[in-house]
């Protein structure tokens, strides 16, 4: 079973759609119980890096990531669900994040925000998630993004205005800053090959 965490944030039902093609039970939950046992937890996130965080916290979200990452439980994190895994991000208010990845989250060097819209990514070449879509476009939208490499993982990078992170794989955690289940058939694939995974 994947779980979907539902903490106020994310498009939760496309979501649920997406990762359904690809994995038979998927529930939208945020009893820590299913969280933790479920094979693979969803983060996703829309809007504000702080309010994203505030959420997770006031329905023990940031307790149930911590104690899958405690376990190296699979966690995938979309979108602003990508950002809180960071140690912080300077969106609105210097805010923390959970950790999990090394760096911080900020605004894009670009001349028109947000960036919404598809875009072609530099996909690792040892990257698994990317695995038959290294050429495809996925779909973004966003003002802020992680833009240094982490240490000892799969970094797959793009570019808007500058260099940024469009996903991370590294060990249990992947996490991608781009939708990918709005961006079609190319998203749909990365999913399956994140489900293989599992």
């Known amino acids: 079973m994947i779980a979907i965490l539902d903490y ?14 690809a994995a ?3 529930v939208v939950t945020r009893d820590a119980k299913i969280c933790s046992e479920a094979s693979a ?16 916290i ?31 991000s300077n969106e609105k208010k210097d805010t923390q994040g959970l950790g999990f990845l090394r760096g911080k989250v900020s605004e894009l060097n670009a001349p028109v925000l947000p960036h919404m819209g598809w875009n ?43 260099d940024f992170l469009a996903a991370v794989e590294k060990d249990f955690i992947v996490a991608t800053q781009f939708h990918p289940e709005k961006s079609g058939a190319a998203g749909a694939k990365l999913i399956s090959n994140w489900v293989k995974t599992l």
Request: hydrophobic share 45%; with cysteine; aromatic share 10%.
């Open 58 to 88: 006031e329905v023990g979200g940031a307790e149930i990531i911590a104690d899958r990452a405690s376990k190296a439980r699979p966690i995938f994190g979309i979108c602003v669900g990508m950002q809180v895994l960071f140690e912080s």
């Open 41 to 56: 937890l969803i983060v996703p996130g829309v809007g504000a890096f702080a309010a994203c965080m505030e959420q997770l």
């Open 120 to 162: 072609n990514v530099a996909a690792a070449p040892s990257s698994k998630l990317f695995k038959g879509v290294e050429a495809e476009s996925f779909y973004f939208v966003h003002s802020y993004a992680a833009k240094e490499p982490v240490s000892e993982s799969v970094n797959t990078m793009t570019n808007y205005g500058e």
């Open 24 to 26: 038979k039970n998927v």
């Open 8 to 21: 106020g944030s994310g498009n939760l039902r496309s979501a649920q759609r997406a990762f359904e093609l």
